[in-house]
Nanobody, 115 residues
Framework: QVQLVESGGGLVQAGGSLRLSCTASENDFTPDVMRWYRQTPDKQRVFAASITNGGYTYYADSVKGRFTISRDNAKNTMYLQMTSLKPEDTGVYYC?????????WGQGTQVTVSS
């Protein structure tokens, strides 16, 4: 079973930037759609951004204009460049894809934005 590993989280001041990575353990990993979610303190996973295999991107209104999602299929890796970070962006960020109606998640990476 493919494993997803997120990295790049950390503590940053408001207005700062971070770049998250999500790397899959499977070679030639090219799911149709990959997504980033943020888990809130009450454990809800909130959609942040998605990208198709063809490069089409979609963002939640709360991150539009500040976050950029991208993927490098040659490296089996997806990225989330986060700029102008706000305290409300704090949470555990997970990457996700769906295969045969099964959700696959990584272990998450913590992002903390201080005011």
């Amino acid at each position: 079973q493919v494993q997803l590993v997120e990295s790049g989280g950390g503590l940053v001041q408001a207005g700062g930037s971070l770049r998250l990575s999500c790397t899959a353990s499977e070679n030639d990993f090219t799911p149709d759609v990959m997504r980033w979610y943020r888990q809130t303190p009450d454990k809800q996973r909130v959609f942040a951004a998605s990208i198709t295999n063809g490069g089409y991107t979609y963002y939640a209104d709360s991150v539009k204009g500040r976050f950029t999602i991208s993927r490098d299929n040659a490296k089996n890796t997806m990225y989330l460049q986060m700029t102008s970070l706000k305290p409300e962006d704090t949470g555990v960020y997970y990457c996700n894809f769906v295969r045969r109606n099964v959700n696959h998640w990584g272990q998450g990476t913590q992002v903390t934005v201080s005011s």
